[in-house]
T-cell receptor, first 116, second 113 residues
């Protein structure tokens, strides 16, 4: 069965420092991977996705994610964090199982806190 | 403006009193879905719809109903709410399907007393 894990409940970073939010996945076949962000009192917003091709995917707001097949990881990164990046981040994988019609399976979320 | 609109934003009700949370999208999307978000559990899918009159269960469908009579609307119905349905609910839609870029509503915070 497909699954996705976000091993850190919270990540704390100082403004201006690089940030990484971790995600690992388990799928049969080629993975379709996504990152979404949820700002306080808002719905989730799409950041980026990986389907195939270049292992480094660029997305919205200066974020990028690195796909690593051997480590089954899809970590979200940003070279220089902003206080406004503070939010809840969700990794998701497309469920290729027969009963789920290709729906997304979401991780439990990682709260990113960027301090000035 | 392209958007998914949920109403109400906040709802407090009592056990057993039927309620409906509305969801509407103006992007002509085929696919719509409902999720609930609970602390420590992330997002879990309740029901989804691939098109008009086509709905199917997600991971946690018990206690919920949906309908898709029109392409733009996908209401979530709780016939007899219970306290364990207290949660933050999100509606989402997509042009191509559940495994593509989803557009989310702003959420409905439901409290069942």
């Amino acid at each position: 069965a497909q699954s996705v894990a976000q091993p850190e409940d919270q990540v704390n970073v100082a403004e201006g420092n690089p940030l990484t939010v971790k995600c690992t996945y388990s799928v049969s076949g080629n993975p379709y991977l996504f990152w979404y962000v949820q700002y306080p009192n808002r719905g989730l917003q799409f950041l980026l996705k990986y389907i195939t091709g270049d292992n480094l995917v660029k997305g919205s707001y200066g974020f990028e994610a690195e796909f690593n097949k051997s480590q089954t990881s899809f970590h979200l990164k940003k070279p220089s964090a902003l206080v406004s990046d503070s939010a809840l981040y969700f990794c998701a994988v497309r469920d290729m199982g027969g009963g789920s019609q290709g729906n997304l399976i979401f991780g439990k979320g990682t709260k990113l806190s960027v301090k000035p | 403006e392209a958007q998914v609109t949920q109403n109400p934003r906040y709802l407090i009700t009592v056990t057993g009193k039927k309620l409906t949370v509305t969801c509407s999208q103006n992007m002509n999307h085929e696919y719509m879905s409902w999720y609930r978000q609970d602390p420590g559990l992330g997002l879990r899918q309740i029901y989804y719809s691939m098109n008009v009159e086509v709905t199917d269960k997600g991971d946690v469908p018990e206690g919920y109903k949906v309908s898709r009579k029109e392409k733009r609307n996908f209401p979530l119905i709780l016939e007899s709410p219970s306290p364990n349905q207290t949660s933050l609910y999100f509606c989402a839609s997509s042009f191509l399907g559940g495994g593509e870029k989803l557009f989310f509503g702003s959420g409905t915070q439901l409290s069942v007393l």
